[in-house]
C-alpha cells in the first residue's frame, strides 16, 4: 500500500471475513474504473466458513432467502467525520441470492453498462458517498433499501450509523462494498489507498490488534470501536 494511504476507522462492528482486498492485487477488482483500485469488500461468515445458514445447493436452485445470510442488516458506521454527498436508497434487494440471476446480471453489466443509461445503481445499489476533505472520499455500496439514515449535505462525526448490509444492485450475496476515492462522481473517479486505524486479526486461536494497517483476503477481523446506533 503506498506511503500516503488515508487513515480511517473501521465501518463495521462485530466480527467480518474479508472477501476482496488490495492486499492481494491491485486493482483488487481487476479494474481501475469507478473508484475501485483500493476497494474493499467484506461478509460474515461462521465458524464452518459459511456466510448463511441455508443449504449451499440452494444458491445453485432456487435461491437463498436475503434473511438466512448472517450479513444482510448489519449496521454500517461512518469512518470519519465529514459531509454526506450522496445518497440513494431506493434500489431493491431482491428476495433471494441467486447464482443464476446474480451471475447473469453481472456478465450483462460487465458487457453492456452505460452509467448514463443505466444509472450508476444498477452497479452499485443503494449507495452513500461521504466527503472527509478536498479530493478524499468514501464509497459505500450495495446498502439495504430504505436502511439509510443520513441525508445529502448533513455534516456527521465519525462512529455515526449510515445504514444496513444490503444486496442491492450488481452483488452475488449480501456484503459491504467500501472504498476511498478522489472524486464524489464514482463513475469518474480514481481509488485510494487506506489503512483502518484499529482492528483485531484472528490468528487461529487468539486475537491480534492490528493498527494502521488493512486486512488480506480471507481474514477474520473485528472492530475495537463501540456501538453508537
Aim: with cysteine.
Amino acid at each position: 500500500m503506498p506511503n500516503e494511504a488515508t487513515t480511517i476507522a473501521f465501518p463495521l462492528r462485530g466480527e467480518w471475513y474479508t472477501e476482496t482486498s488490495p492486499a492481494d492485487r491491485v486493482p483488487s477488482h481487476g479494474t481501475n474504473r469507478f473508484g475501485l483500485r483500493y476497494a474493499f469488500d467484506f461478509i460474515q461468515k461462521d465458524k464452518n466458513d459459511r456466510s448463511h445458514t441455508a443449504n449451499s445447493a440452494d444458491y445453485l436452485l432456487g435461491g437463498i432467502p436475503l434473511k438466512n445470510y448472517y450479513c444482510f442488516g448489519q449496521p454500517v458506521y461512518a469512518p470519519f467525520t465529514g459531509e454526506v454527498i450522496t445518497v440513494k436508497n431506493n434500489t431493491s434487494d431482491g428476495e433471494k441470492a441467486s447464482w443464476l440471476h446474480d451471475q447473469t446480471t453481472a456478465i450483462r453489466h460487465s458487457l453492456f453498462f452505460d452509467p448514463e443509461r443505466d444509472g450508476f445503481e444498477a452497479i452499485a445499489g443503494n449507495y452513500i458517498v461521504i466527503k472527509r476533505a478536498a479530493s478524499i472520499y468514501a464509497a459505500f455500496c450495495h446498502l439495504q433499501k430504505g436502511s439509510i439514515a443520513i441525508s445529502e449535505g448533513e455534516h456527521i462525526a465519525e462512529g455515526t450509523y449510515l445504514g444496513n448490509v444490503g444486496h442491492s444492485g450488481n452483488s452475488t450475496e449480501p456484503h459491504l462494498h467500501f472504498q476511498l476515492m478522489d472524486s464524489a462522481i464514482i463513475e469518474s473517479a480514481n481509488g485510494l489507498p487506506l489503512v483502518f486505524d484499529t482492528y483485531e486479526k484472528y490468528n487461529g486461536n487468539t486475537w491480534e490488534i492490528i493498527q494502521n494497517q488493512f486486512p488480506a483476503a480471507g481474514e477474520r477481523i473485528r472492530s475495537l470501536k463501540s456501538d453508537r446506533k
